[in-house]
């Protein structure tokens, strides 16, 4: 891109970020994240102290290395060292391919569980936005390591940008998903900050063809006698610049199906959905509608978790993750049931095909183990009694094992990942 950036290219008002409140832009160094540092360089303007760009190393497991020549054991620290600067090397040269101006912009390099670090980084940062590439299309790439944008949207408490493959400029084609939620609310407005000059935003709500079954925010008022009244009142507490234009679409069916299908049917630049909010779960599911758009666009997502907009909440530390080696799941998911059996517990199941859906409330655990024979998990729950009613769920073709502890290094949450999704167990505070 140029150095100067034209005014077709930048946002109308932009997200006004500072160096107390940066654009983080998250990179592997790979082509599908070059969209991201393009994105976060318009969104930061030409002040590079408003940017932080960092990439993040998965942890290798600490053993020796011996030298063929002396036999003696090689430090642990020089070879991480020695890691960090290549990762940090090939983002430095994607910056230089990208950025033609130099901005001064330092590369910090984490190791750790990519989302997870790039959440805490923007935590404790104060930062206005999250940038990252989308990430690959295909289901089968998709199991956390690939799925960065959407574990990010699970963890973040701060706004999500996943940026699209060959996007460098203000998009000028906005779809805003509207739940007339204070997320969905949030999300509308900075799409406008973020959205070209001379924008289309397209306020779409989708009614799901069985309204009665559908648990419709407090706050919609009168949306059930006039759905289009509710979006004319939407669109009049946004603070819309000269030069841009709204409008407003009602459809029916299954809303994350149907706004794809709008998005797709107006070449849309970006789409953008608010999370609503329910408790610990929302940080791994995030539910089924933003699940499915992040999975299943083309274009850019903007995803404004609902810790993002409780301004008046005191900030929660990011959960911190264990994930034990595979020889390791057996004694791990021991100590697990050890420390929480009793605990009331919700599971829900992630999957591409359905979304995210709650399977089991508010029973008690009564035990998680692994089966190395077998090669399943066994998640047991019952209540307490003479004859107690026991649920079990087995699950088989598992590729990982997280446990999420909080500040207090309590359990919070096991996340199981199996084939293309996962299985995710919270408990009751």
Known sequence: MSSTLSRSDVPAVGIRALKSAPVIIASDGREQSDGALLAGRILAGEDGTAIRVLTVMNALPALPVLTPEAGLPYSADVEESQRSNRKRRVVEQQIERLWPTDLGVNVDVYTGEPAARIAEVAHESNASIIVVGVGRHRVVDRVFGDETALQLARMADVPVLAVAEGAGSAPRRIVVGVDFSETSLRAARLAIEVAAPEAIV?????????????????NVGGYHEDPG?????????????????VERILLYGDPGAELLRFAASIEADLIATG?????????????SVATKILRGATSSVLTVPYRAVMTHVKPVAVPVATSPAPQDWRSALDAFTNR?????????????????????????????????????????????????????????????IDVLRDEQDRDIALRIAHGVGQTVLTFAA
């Open 229 to 245: 009244y509710a979006l004319r009142r939407m669109r009049d507490l946004l603070h819309v610049p000269e030069g841009m234009s």
């Open 275 to 287: 999370s609503r909010g329910h408790g610990r779960v929302t940080r791994m599911l995030i539910g």
């Open 202 to 218: 397209y306020l779409v709500h989708v009614e799901p063809r069985d309204v009665t079954g559908y648990d419709w925010p407090a």
């Open 340 to 400: 929480n059996i009793g605990r009331r517990a919700t599971r829900e199941v992630d999957d591409p095909a359905i979304g995210a859906q709650a399977q089991m409330h508010d029973y008690p655990l009564v035990g998680a183990t692994f089966d190395p024979y077998d090669e399943r998990v066994e998640l047991m729950f019952g209540e307490p009694g003479d004859i107690p009613c026991h649920l079990t769920r087995s699950i088989g073709g598992v590729t990982r």
